[in-house]
């Protein structure tokens, strides 16, 4: 019981030590112009600090918002892009719809809910199903390379087998001569991987880029690679090239998942080709 009033006693008299504070500072201020302005460029100070802090704790719960907008920023730029570059090639009219120009491919944004990087066979999962229209085969990107493609789907999610799977592989070519072969990942370094089968005369050189090339109806054409780094000899036979990849597989968040609105019709046409041979 003796407790409870010595914890009360020093309650009163911490708060009468604030106010006699609070009166003496108020008291000087009011006695001394220079004191006075000393201690209000104190509270501004301390006011300015406390905003700024503010401030900071705003910008950063605002980061994920920004983020996603310039996701979405990049997604219709890329849609855009696509429409023109179609009515360049094909002499679209310029009321023509996005739907209707062949071989188009347009874009979906997506965020990384899983991925792993350090495994034979790896994976990831992203946070968009067929509720958003992504089905079964269609490729998964970034503006720095392929990232892999979609293999499951359910209404929300999406199983994508990662490029760095040994048993993955896509069409790629080089920028500076179109000399085109299949680049794989060799279970190694998920920063290089490596580009097969090219001719002896391409003239490739270290340092030279390496992009999609279109050769298939699940990635566009000219979506950069990376860089090649080694060039080894076959047998005398043709070239394997070391590429450093520009993707960092370690650190992705967000991906495009796109479609080749004419995949389909390419896919059919091909199976009637090869049933009638």
């Known amino acids: 019981m003796?407790?409870?009033?010595?914890?009360?006693?020093?309650?009163?008299?911490v708060l009468v030590f604030i106010a006699l504070e609070a009166l003496c500072l108020v008291m000087i201020a009011n006695n001394s112009v220079v004191q006075r302005y000393r201690i209000l460029g104190g509270i501004r100070e301390a006011q300015a600090s406390l905003w700024q802090k503010t401030s900071d704790i705003r910008y950063y719960f605002s980061l994920k918002k920004d983020n996603l907008a310039l996701v979405q920023e990049n997604e219709d730029l890329k849609r855009r892009l696509s429409l023109y570059e179609a009515r360049e090639a094909n002499e679209v009219a310029p009321d023509s719809t996005v739907d209707f120009l062949p071989g188009l491919y347009s874009y979906?944004?997506?965020?990384?809910v899983k991925s792993t990087s350090r495994k034979q066979h790896n994976y990831l999962l992203i946070d968009k199903g067929s509720r958003a229209?992504?089905?079964?085969g269609m490729g998964v990107i970034t503006p720095n390379g392929v990232v892999g493609i979609i293999d499951a789907v359910s209404e929300n999610y999406s199983y994508v087998v990662s490029f760095l799977n040994t048993e993955q592989s896509i069409s790629a070519r080089l920028v500076k001569s179109d000399h085109f072969g299949l680049l794989r990942w060799e279970g190694v370094n998920p920063h290089k991987a490596m580009l097969s089968e090219i001719s002896l005369y391409c003239g490739a050189a270290i340092g030279d880029s390496v992009a999609t090339s279109g050769h298939s109806s699940i990635f566009p054409p000219d979506i950069p690679v990376g860089v090649i780094s080694k060039i080894k000899p076959v047998s005398g036979l043709y070239l394997n090239m070391e590429i450093d990849l520009f993707q960092d597989f370690t650190s992705l968040r967000h991906v495009y998942v796109v479609a080749n609105n004419d995949r389909e019709e390419i896919e059919a046409l091909e199976e009637e080709g090869g049933d009638e041979r």
Do not use: K
Request: hydrophobic share 40%.
């Open 2 to 13: 003796t407790g409870r009033p010595a914890l009360v006693r020093n309650v009163v008299n």
């Open 108 to 112: 979906t944004s997506a965020d990384i």
């Open 133 to 136: 229209g992504i089905t079964e």
